[in-house]
């Protein structure tokens, strides 16, 4: 199938933990996305990366960093994660100028 | 950069009815707008867009129309079936590198039978 796929679905960890979430897409798009959806449903862009380049970075805080190996993945790893952090965590892909593909979203739980 | 309102937050309605979903948008060099919907514990889906130059798109029960002049665009699902309750936003994407979707705060549309 094609698809954006994330890995995990869901994640509970404590405060101060360290923690990764994968990302794949087989589609063949040359732009990857984190999203981040709160609780009220609003979703934000975190970072892109196009041709293994961050060209996003928004107000993010330096605790959460994009790793990209190759076009098809896109990884966030989160350090020292906190309370606030809680949310869902969406990956995307585009082609550049086009609707975005979504992945089904990792739910992180920060206890 | 972009910002995208979008009205009404919450909306309900009967089944058969129509359901109209606005938003606004700030950049005028935007030029690409999708609407996404999402279904419960699942990822936003794209279910119709519209490019800056064209007015309306129409597919099935569900049309897309878009004002440049006054940076609208608006949602209009006619025939509203239960399946359609989801939570819909609209989004704005502009030009140049640097750039991504900003999405509206979304509308959580009901229909009841």
């Known amino acids: 199938d094609t698809a954006v796929s994330q890995t995990p679905k869901y994640l509970v960890t404590q405060m101060g933990n360290d923690k990764s979430i994968k990302c794949e897409q087989n589609?063949?798009?040359?732009?990857m996305y984190w999203y981040k959806q709160d609780s009220k449903k609003f979703l934000k862009i975190m970072f892109s990366?196009?041709?293994?380049?961050?060209?996003i970075n928004e107000t993010v805080p330096n605790r959460f960093s994009p790793k990209s190996p190759d076009k098809a993945h896109l990884n966030l790893h989160i350090n020292s994660l906190e309370l606030g952090d809680s949310a869902v965590y969406f990956c995307?892909?585009?082609?550049?100028?086009?609707?975005?593909?979504f992945g089904s979203g990792t739910r992180l739980t920060v206890v | 950069g972009e910002n995208v309102e979008q009205h009404p937050s919450t909306l309900s309605v009967q089944e058969g009815d129509s359901a109209v979903i606005k938003c606004t948008y700030s950049?005028?060099?935007?030029?690409?707008f999708p609407w996404y919907k999402q279904e419960l514990g699942k990822g936003p889906q794209l279910i119709i867009d519209i490019r800056s130059n064209v007015g309306e798109k129409k597919d099935q029960r569900i049309a897309v129309t878009l004002n440049k002049t006054a940076k609208h665009f608006s949602l209009h699902i006619t025939e509203t079936q239960p399946e359609d309750s989801a939570v819909y936003f609209c989004?704005?994407?502009?030009?140049?590198?640097?750039?991504?979707?900003?999405f509206g705060k979304g509308t959580t549309l009901s229909v009841s039978s």
């Open positions: 995307a892909s585009s082609q550049r100028g086009n609707g975005y593909t």
């Open positions: 990366y196009n041709n293994k380049e961050l060209i």
């Open positions: 589609l063949g798009h040359d732009t």
């Open positions: 989004a704005a994407f502009g030009q140049g590198a640097g750039t991504a979707l900003i």
């Open positions: 950049d005028s060099a935007s030029n690409y």
